[in-house]
């Protein structure tokens, strides 16, 4: 298995829902990552786990709560979201912590709509 | 700071031709640069790995090259096709801040 599988690949949330967004892989790597995208621009990263632990933290607002409850797994719980929140959630993954070996591995992505 | 600058943001060609794109960068304290396709509303397809220690690197009809000294990687696509239409990112992976940075993308498509 080569793959980063996210789920859902839609979701549609009112301002006041909770909701959470799932990433699993099973090639052993090490690392998670989650990034933001808006369209036509680049990913921005939110979090990275290394090592099943919280690593860096780039200022994302408390709406968005990440968990790594395995190795294999990473979550991000959304609640009270912004319509600004709406974009394309990707996850990440990579063998060594920052990829500085093998590069990373992306998954397919959550495209969110808040209304 | 670390910036990742693409040339051009768009691109559109007739199938069959070779094309380059390209990615400059103002800091070569990199340890690695990876080229990335996205199709629209997808995820990131990583396409080649490059190491700082490297020159190129090649996959099919792709071919990577990179020169850390003066801050460029160019992406070689030979005899283009509609299905190579697509996003193609560059991003380096910065050693002075240990973080992934993205370039702004090239916009490509190919027609028939």
């Known amino acids: 298995d080569t793959e980063v599988t996210q789920t859902p690949k839609h979701l549609v949330?009112?301002?006041?829902?909770?909701k959470s967004?799932?990433?699993?892989?099973?090639?052993?790597?090490?690392?998670?990552?989650?990034?933001?995208q808006k369209a036509k621009k680049p990913p921005e990263l939110m979090f990275v786990y290394s090592y099943e632990k919280?690593?860096?933290?780039?200022?994302?607002?408390?709406?968005?709560?990440?968990e790594c409850p395995n190795s294999s797994l990473l979550n991000l719980h959304l609640h009270a979201l912004q319509p600004e929140d709406s974009a394309l959630y990707l996850c990440a993954s990579s063998q060594d912590p920052?990829?500085?070996?093998y590069g990373y591995t992306f998954g397919s992505g959550t495209r969110l709509t808040v209304v | 700071?670390?910036?990742?600058?693409?040339?051009?943001a768009a691109l559109s060609v007739p199938e069959g031709e070779n094309l380059?794109?390209?990615?400059?960068?103002?800091?070569s304290a990199i340890y690695n640069l990876q080229w990335f396709r996205?199709?629209?509303?997808?995820?990131?397809?990583?396409?080649?790995l490059i190491q700082s220690s490297q020159r190129e690197q090649t996959s099919g009809r792709l071919n990577a090259s990179l020169d850390k000294s003066s801050g460029r990687s160019t992406l070689y696509i030979a005899a283009s096709q509609p299905g190579d239409s697509a996003t193609y990112l560059c991003a380096v992976r910065d050693l002075n801040t240990d973080k992934l940075i993205?370039?702004?993308?090239?916009?490509?498509?190919?027609?028939p």
């Open chain 1, 98 to 101: 920052g990829g500085r070996l």
């Open chain 1, 21 to 36: 967004l799932k990433c699993e892989q099973h090639m052993g790597h090490r690392a998670m990552y989650w990034y933001k």
């Open chain 2, 102 to 111: 993205f370039g702004t993308g090239t916009r490509l498509q190919v027609f």
């Open chain 1, 54 to 66: 919280l690593s860096i933290n780039e200022s994302v607002p408390s709406r968005f709560s990440p």
């Open chain 2, 38 to 48: 996205q199709d629209p509303g997808k995820g990131l397809t990583s396409l080649l």
């Open chain 2, 20 to 27: 380059v794109l390209n990615c400059s960068f103002t800091d």
């Open chain 2, 1 to 8: 700071k670390q910036e990742v600058t693409q040339i051009p």
């Open chain 1, 13 to 18: 949330m009112g301002m006041t829902n909770k």
